[in-house]
Structures are given as C-alpha cells and as structure tokens.
C-alpha cells in the first residue's frame, strides 16, 4: 500500500485525491492547508482523518510515502525541497515554480534523492488524443512540419482575481494567463515539437488594469530546436471560457485541432486525412472520468498512475520534475523577452 498526502486543498486537491482512490493499493491518509476548514472539508468528504495546517508535520507523517502539492505557485519550491529532504515521493502542480531560481532549487534537489520519484503535473500529455498526435508527428504522418501555430483563449474576472491574495501578482503568481492558463498548452507544443531554442515576446494587460499587476495577454514567436517555427497568442480575457487551437502545417496534412479534437483536416496523399483522423480517435473512450473543470481533462489520474507505478518500480515518471520546470522556464523566457524587448534563449534543464 502507497500511502499520499495532499499539501494543499483548494480547487485542484478533489481531482489529485479522486486520481489515487481509482488506483489499487493507494491511499490518501494526510491532508494538509492553512485554511483547516479546508482541509476539515475534504477529509470528512473522503474519510481522511489527519489534518494539519503546517505542511512539515504531514511531511513528518512516518505513514506518508508521497506527496501531491497542490498549493499557490510561490511555494512549490519550498515544499517540494522539503518533501525530498523528508525522504517523500512528490509530484507537483503546475506551474512548478515562480521565478527561475525555484526551477533551479527543485531540480537541484531532485537530484540529491535520486531514489525518489520527483514529478510535475502535465496531465494532457496522458490525453490518448494527444499522445497519437505525438506519434504521428514522429511518425511522418504530417511529412516535414513546416509551421505550428497556438491560440489559447480563456476567461478570468476581476472577482477570479480577487478571490485569493497571491493571484495576479508577481510575488504570488509570478505572471498572469501564461504561468497560470496557457502554461498546459505551452508544454503540449514542448511534448508535440520538442525544447524551444529562442524567442521573442509581448505582454499586456489589457483589461484588468488596478486588478492585476501581471499579463492577461501575451503573444510571441518561438524557433524551436529542430528549426521549426512556431506562433502563439493568449489571453484570458475573452468572453471564451476555455479553448485552445493548435493549427499544425505539413507538407503532406494540415491539421486544426481544437481542445484536442480535430476540427479542419486536410491532405494531398490519398487516404492520410483518413489515417490521421482514425489514429486520433483510437482509444478515445478509454479516458477516466473528468474530476474538477472540464477542461482539465481526464489525464490526472493516468499521470497519478503512472506517478505511483514508477514509485513501484523505482524509478522516474514520464514527466520528470526536470522537464516539468523547462515547461515554466519557457514561460519565464517569454517574460524575460518582454521585459528586454528581444530575442532570448529558452533554458533547458
């Protein structure tokens, strides 16, 4: 038996905690907030019996093997280098961390404890649809990608933003819809088309001015390693409540793939348009149950799958804490190039 905690039991907590009781051989046996009706909530919901505001003493917890942070962005760093030093498995919410120098102390202590699975969450990379595209991509399935193009568009009032202190502010959020909204999409097109190698970037805040001290819109172009080219807008600001548009140039396809579903497909090989859309579809109905917002897919508890198998197996998941903090750091470059006015690189770690 696994045994979890969760540190952290806001919005997203349900959905870890919901993830695990699916999974044989796990249980969630700490919960953990510094609001304790929080915590009180969720553990008379799910039967969890300890609570505590301070997340060292669940860290403390001799019963808890690995830990599920689910709390504000400013500090994730802090208690997952904790967790680690405790000796606990983790895994991460997005976004892993605030500035650069979060990014470099989790990693640097995931690799103290290299005994321990260190993980940040992506779960769309565990979308079936997602998971063909990336093969078909690899696969040629497109011929040569010539371009790549992401539109995300979400909605976030002023009553979102004033709901919690640390939102839209640097201290607390460390930006506005890119680390917080887009971040999911902006690893997708890592996870589909590989590390960025340079960008250059804008931002703005073009409708929550006195509400926000960070971005609400942000637009940038992006060269990737590979050489491919690539553009993106975002903002959430729009009377939307959630959509992502990824638009995908071959030279043999052309795919227009909306919330992960195909809307525009077209071909000049004969019967690729065919195989491409059926690839897409294949296991489509395999997905677990959306707990939470729609949008957050079905992926989390495939990603706390495959988190507590490679506990079993001890060794690192899919989605390493390294790779997940390279997903922030292009989010951060992208702050970086709108604050110079230039092209940046992209970090990889």
Request: aromatic share 6%; glycine share 8%.
């Amino acid at each position: 038996m696994i045994k979890c905690g969760i540190i952290g039991c806001g919005v997203i907590a349900p959905t870890h905690i919901e993830g695990y009781r699916a999974l044989p051989g796990v249980e969630v046996v700490h919960l953990c907030d510094l609001i304790p009706e929080r915590a009180d909530a969720l553990g008379v919901k799910y039967g969890v019996a300890r609570r505590s505001v301070d997340y060292r003493e669940l860290l403390a917890d001799p019963e808890v093997d690995a830990v599920s942070v689910c709390t504000d962005h400013a500090s994730h760093a802090r208690i997952v280098c904790d967790a680690l030093a405790a000796g606990k498995h983790v895994i991460c919410e997005k976004a892993l961390g605030r500035v650069p120098a979060d990014l470099d102390r989790m990693v640097a202590a995931a690799k103290r404890r290299p005994e321990l699975t260190a993980a940040g969450i992506f779960q769309h990379r565990y979308e079936p649809a997602n998971r063909n595209l990336k093969r078909l991509i690899a696969d040629g399935g497109f011929g040569k990608v010539l371009a790549v193009n992401l539109v995300f568009s979400c909605l976030r009032t002023d009553e979102y933003y004033q709901k919690d202190a640390w939102r839209g502010t640097v201290a607390g959020e460390g930006g506005g819809v890119l680390i917080n909204q887009a971040i999911h999409h902006l690893d997708q097109l890592r996870y589909l088309f590989g590390n960025g190698k340079r960008l250059v970037a804008r931002t703005a805040n073009l409708t929550h001015r006195g509400v926000i001290e960070v971005e609400d819109t942000a637009a940038f172009l992006i060269e990737f390693e590979s050489g491919l080219f690539g553009t993106v807008a975002a903002t959430n600001s729009s009377c939307v409540d959630w959509r992502s548009f990824l638009t995908v140039v071959g030279t043999e396809a052309n795919l227009e793939y909306a919330n992960e579903k195909p809307v525009f497909l077209e071909s000049s090989v004969t019967g690729r348009a065919a195989e491409i859309e059926e690839a897409l579809a294949a296991d489509g109905d395999a997905h677990a149950a959306v707990v939470g917002k729609q949008y957050y897919g079905a992926g989390h508890t495939a990603q706390l799958a495959d988190f507590i198998e490679a506990i079993r197996e001890k060794r690192q998941s899919e989605v390493t804490l390294a790779d997940a903090a390279n997903s922030a750091a292009l989010v951060m470059a992208v702050y970086e190039s709108a604050r110079t006015g230039g092209w940046v690189d992209v970090p990889v770690r």
